[in-house]
């Protein structure tokens, strides 16, 4: 979700039945493209996307030989998990063996637990946390606001409340606007 900016409701569904191929994502949405290492993603139904007007497309690339390469992680996931092209993506061996869809309690907790991991307090996370942090890292890099509001599929600009300033970039605002000011008002020759 991070490296997405989707909503859980198109990763997961909230229970094992409520399972929709047409809202939430299955094996055959997801398709590696060698040429670009990269995954190409299809959601047909979202949030922005309720009469299914289009497809919301998005590319992950993928990094080579990096601990978190998106694509060897995805390879890697489906190999150990084989499932048929309509099942579910995201899937688990429950204590019976049985491949069964990861819902959105499963994804909150394995969220909680991830962050606990971390050290962090696990109260102040959920997997919307994803999504938010997801939009702050990616206007963090420095690309166009509107990439951001692409891949999460945002229709208005919402998405800019999620950008939490860090301390560089509290910094950089202060530099540029001394910059300013000192343009402005050169200093004398003292």
């Known amino acids: 979700m991070y490296a997405l900016r989707v909503y859980r409701s198109n990763l997961v569904p909230g229970s094992s039945v409520l399972f929709e191929g047409r809202k939430h994502l299955r094996r ?7 040429e670009l290492y990269a995954l190409r993603l299809t959601l047909r139904e979202t949030k922005t996307l309720q009469f299914r007007e289009r497809e919301h497309v998005i590319f992950v690339t993928g990094s080579k030989g990096a601990p978190l390469d998106p694509v060897r992680l995805y390879q890697d996931y489906v190999a150990a998990h084989p499932a048929a092209p309509a099942d579910p ?3 688990f061996r429950g204590a019976d063996g049985v491949l069964q869809p990861l819902t959105f309690d499963g994804l909150a907790s394995g969220v909680k637990e991830l962050v606990a991991l971390l050290g962090l307090d696990p109260s102040q996370y959920a997997s919307h946390s994803l ?3 997801g939009a702050s890292g990616a206007l963090a890099s420095g690309l166009a606001p509107f990439f951001t509001r692409f891949q999460g599929d945002w229709k208005s600009e919402c998405y800019l ?4 300033l860090g301390l ?3 910094l950089r605002i ?3 606007m001394l910059s300013q ?3 402005a008002w050169p200093a004398s020759g003292s």
């Open 161 to 164: 409340r999620y950008y939490t």
């Open 89 to 91: 993506f995201f899937m």
């Open 28 to 34: 055959c949405d997801v398709v590696f493209v060698p």
């Open 168 to 170: 560089r970039d509290m």
């Open 131 to 133: 999504r938010r942090g």
């Open 174 to 176: 202060s530099a540029a």
């Open 181 to 183: 000011v000192n343009r």
